[in-house]
């Protein structure tokens, strides 16, 4: 056995204690409502700003603001702009001009006053927003449920089941992570045939079967938002 397999035992041994101190209703709810809350933000957050748009007009007061704020912006201003900012070592006329120069075609040019800066400016932001209001109230919710039953579990006598749940969850879950590293290692490998990483891989016992067996590739081919 190499350092690389070691390395999967200890992943796999850590997940394992874990989840026997914590037992199968803390754990699993735990890795729930980190992963649910994220995809509910994912899939839910437009309509979330859909909602703050029309009930606080969010949008609009955000558009207000940066408009107030970021004047050298095209489409902040009633006017097409100008052709170059004044030379400056200031950071922010630096900065100023950059954008400037990244609207203008060709020397000579105006600024295209029709270009909306500010609009997905602040759709961004409306989105960041909604996004975190749901991740956090999805998890606020996700946690309330996990006190719940771990209360459930302890009244009805049923620790050490959960505890023994714990154990088999935690290696799951270890399993998981290192699909997970290689997945993400896939492409550094193929760089590099011959690199460090790839004779670690080529030389473990273990590695070679999380590889032939690692679902995690197939599902996020084919996964889409």
Do not use: C
């Not at 459930?152 to 959960?162: A, E, P, R």
Request: hydrophobic content about 55%; charged content about 10%; glycine content about 8%.
């Amino acid at each position: 056995m190499v350092l690389a397999d070691w390395v999967i035992i200890f992943i796999i041994g850590l997940n394992i204690i874990d989840g026997l101190r914590k037992g199968f209703i803390t754990a699993f709810f735990g890795l729930l409502s980190v992963l649910g809350s994220i995809f509910a933000a994912m899939y839910y957050h437009k309509d979330i700003s859909a909602l703050l748009n029309k009930r606080l007009l969010l949008n609009q007061k955000i558009k207000e603001l940066l408009a107030e704020k970021l004047t050298f912006l095209p489409g902040t201003q009633g006017l097409p702009g100008i052709t170059d900012p004044p030379p400056s070592n200031n950071i922010l006329e630096v900065f100023k001009g950059t954008w400037y120069h990244f609207l203008i075609k060709e020397p000579g040019d105006l600024i295209l006053g029709s270009l909306d800066i500010i609009t997905p400016l602040a759709d961004f932001f409306v989105n960041i927003i909604s996004f975190f209001m749901l991740f956090i109230a999805a998890k606020l919710v996700l946690s309330a449920a996990n006190i719940i039953f771990n209360k459930l579990v302890k009244t009805g006598g049923l620790s050490g089941l959960n505890k023994t749940l714990g154990i088999i969850f935690g290696g799951i879950k270890g399993i998981i992570i290192i699909m997970l590293i290689i997945t993400f290692m896939i492409p550094f490998l193929s760089v590099n045939p011959t690199g460090f990483l790839n004779t670690a891989f080529n030389s473990s016992v273990l590695a070679k079967y999380f590889y032939l067996y690692n679902f995690i590739p197939p599902f996020l081919a084919g996964f889409t938002i």
